[in-house]
């Protein structure tokens, strides 16, 4: 990201501007049409959202008459790390395998943007990290520990240089559950909340909101797997119109604690979503 760009920190938070209350009308891409909210009250100009749900690069034209763009990346969930197998111990039960920990939320970025009729613009949607393996059972009373979670893509807009993105380094996806040592399995560690960019220059009153970290899973002991992470919420601020989930980190898959089972998988995180209005 260039010097131009702010990216996203606690510290680098901005309000967004609330708009004035409007009837809205809302198109869902590849999806069906969603009829205008009616209600009383004096009449306005109508405004459209244009919403991108499904994983994938698309372009969007700017409409005649239209020189102005509210526009909302979501980024993609991280996936849960994997539980781990259960391993025998001497002289006493099974050790149960440690829970994968919690993928991290997706971040959010939002601003409006200047626009000319006819302009098309580059969108792309983020699709959900996978989650880890579970540990596979090995032969003899043997157990692996479960993979980490992966990281979700990006979501982006060009117009703006809005961007959200995922930490991708080992030690900030969701960690896969451990075997036992003797009578403890630690869990795996929780999954790095998303993060967000935009170009200050290109965007007019941007907000830029963190996601949330996915939680550690628990330990497994004696007779016992422990309970995968929880998943990290995404940011707040997620469009209405994008599909519940949206954003969302995969929780960690559970420990086992019988002999000769895998681990439970951790689940992918959620997609992103890019919405317009104008």
Request: aromatic share 6%.
């Given at each position: ?15 967004a501007s609330r708009p004035a209350r409007f009837a809205v009308a809302v198109s869902l891409c590849c999806g069906a049409l969603v009829s205008p ?187 016992a797997g422990g309970a995968g992470g929880a998943a990290g919420a995404p940011a707040e601020g997620v469009p209405a119109t994008c599909p ?35």
């Open positions: 990201m260039s010097d131009q760009s702010s990216v996203g920190s606690p510290s680098r938070r901005r309000a909210l009616t209600g009383a009250g004096p009449a306005h100009a109508a405004t459209t959202t244009t919403t991108f749900a499904t994983p994938g690069q698309y372009t969007f034209t700017v409409p005649e008459g239209v020189d102005t763009l509210t526009v909302t990346v979501v980024g993609g969930g991280n996936g849960g790390g994997g539980g781990a197998a259960a391993v025998a111990v001497p002289f006493t039960a099974a050790t149960g395998g440690g829970g994968g920990g919690g993928g991290g939320g997706g971040g959010l970025v939002a601003c409006r943007i200047y626009v000319l009729p006819g302009e098309r613009l580059s969108i792309a949607v983020a699709a959900g990290g996978r989650g880890g393996v579970g540990g596979p059972a090995l032969p003899d009373g043997g157990g692996s520990d479960g993979a980490d979670g992966q990281p979700a893509t990006n979501s982006w807009l060009n117009k703006g240089d809005l961007d959200t993105y995922s930490f991708s380094e080992e030690a900030d996806l969701a960690g896969g559950g451990q075997v036992g040592r003797l009578r403890n399995a630690p869990g795996g560690r929780g999954g790095k909340y998303g993060q967000w960019a935009y170009d200050p220059h290109k965007c007019d009153s941007p907000t830029g909101v963190l996601g949330h970290s996915g939680v550690g899973g628990g330990a497994g002991s004696t007779g519940a989930g949206t954003g969302r980190g995969g929780r960690g898959g559970d420990g086992v604690a019988k002999l000769g089972l895998p681990g439970a998988a951790g689940e992918p995180g959620g997609d992103g979503c890019v919405t317009i209005t104008y």
